[in-house]
Structures are given as C-alpha cells and as structure tokens.
T-cell receptor, first 114, second 113 residues
Framework: SQKIEQNSEALNIQEGKTATLTCNYT??????LQWYRQDPGRGPVFLLL?????KEKRKERLKVTFDTTLKQSLFHITASQPADSATYLC?????????????FGSGTQLTVLP | KAGVTQTPRYLIKTRGQQVTLSCSPI?????VSWYQQTPGQGLQFLFE???????NKGNFPGRFSGRQFSNSRSEMNVSTLELGDSALYLC????????????FGSGTRLTVV
C-alpha cells in the first residue's frame, strides 16, 4: 500500500542553524511534491512545490530537493528562527487524470530554540 | 485578496445528528477539496469538486457528502454523526491545476458528543 513517512515527529534545533526535514514515500509515483506549514488550530499554508523532473527548488530561506530514485524529498530551512517553529507537512500529488488529490505525511513538528 | 473562508469555526453536535459545513474559496478558484484532520490519522482526503462536479472521492463512508455551487462555494454534509467524526475539517481551494499549491481555510472544528 502507499505510504508516506516524515523522518521524525519532532525536531528541535538551535536558532541560526539549518533544519532538514525528510519525506520518504513507497508504492507511489507522484508527479508533484508539496510542502506545507501548519500552526496549531490553523489550516496548512503552502510553501513550495517541486515537480518530478526537478531536482531542487528554492524560495528565500527554504530549499526542497526531490529524488524520485530514492523516493525522497528533503526540506531545508536555513538560518532558522523561532518564528519557523511549526509542523511541516509533505504532500504528494499523483496527477492522475483530472482528479486532484493530495496525500499527506503525518508531519514533523519543528521547534527552533532561541 | 480574501482567503478561503470556512464556517462555522467550531461546532458541537450529538451522535446521530447531521451537520453541514461551508467553504467559500478564493475568488477565481474553481477547485475545492475537503480534508479531515485527526491526531491519529492526520490529514485525509474526502473529496474534490471542480465546476460543480465531484472529480475525486476519498475512502470515506457514504455518510460524508458534498456539493459545489455555481459560484464555486462548497458544502460538505455528514449524516448520522459518530464520535469518530470529531475532527478538524479543512477546505482547500485551487485553480484546478497543481502548479500553485492549495490554499487552505482555517477549518471547522467539529466535536461529536
């Protein structure tokens, strides 16, 4: 069966360091992989999208890589700040015909310590 | 530009009752998806509507239904509520293609007692 795993439920890092979050998937052929941030009691907020034929995508302090051979995506936050503390979710979009459906990982709760 | 609006924000219902949740997408977005979020199962896809047509449905019982109106606003209905239906219900709107991701609302917190 299809499975998406995010490396750990919780990750604590020191302010200023780079946070690296992992998303692994099995039995899946996603066309797009997306990363979202979710704060308590709020809906997820879209951060970055990477296509299956792209290796890397950047946006300000964020960087996403996508390795379809390893079936893995890495999400990096450089120069992390306490305001980056949140739950980060990866989501796969298979692009099956016209139907749109995201399958989410369980999320990694990131805490950036001052 | 207004975001995705979900109403109500909080709801308490009794087992056996039914509930209707509403979602107003971003202006110009024709795709509306619904997700259920629980601590145990995470975010799970319920269904997606595009131009008033259901394009995709997740693995939920028939008690969960939805519809979309001509102005792209969407409603989802849950009949014969069970305790396990307690969750955060999230609506997401998009242009209908995956290129720009999805914009989620803040959700409706449903508690079934």
């Amino acid at each position: 069966s299809q499975k998406i795993e995010q490396n750990s439920e919780a990750l604590n890092i020191q302010e200023g360091k780079t946070a690296t979050l992992t998303c692994n998937y099995t039995n899946y052929s996603p066309a797009y992989l997306q990363w979202y941030r979710q704060d308590p009691g709020r809906g997820p907020v879209f951060l970055l999208l990477i296509r299956e034929n792209e290796k890397e995508k950047r946006k300000e302090r964020l960087k996403v890589t996508f390795d379809t051979t390893l079936k893995q995506s890495l999400f990096h936050i450089t120069a992390s700040q306490p305001a980056d503390s949140a739950t980060y979710l990866c989501a796969l979009d298979p692009l099956s015909g016209s139907a749109r459906q995201l399958t989410f990982g369980s999320g990694t709760q990131l805490t950036v310590l001052p | 530009k207004a975001g995705v609006t979900q109403t109500p924000r909080y709801l308490i219902k009794t087992r056996g009752q039914q509930v209707t949740l509403s979602c107003s997408p971003i202006s110009g977005h024709r795709s509306v998806s619904w997700y259920q979020q629980t601590p145990g199962q995470g975010l799970q896809f319920l269904f997606e509507y595009f131009s008033e047509t259901q394009r995709n449905k997740g693995n939920f019982p028939g008690r969960f239904s939805g519809r979309q109106f001509s102005n792209s606003r969407s409603e989802m209905n849950v009949s014969t509520l069970e305790l396990g239906d307690s969750a955060l219900y999230l609506c997401a709107s998009s242009l209908g293609t995956p290129r720009n991701g999805y914009t989620f609302g803040s959700g409706t917190r449903l508690t079934v007692v």
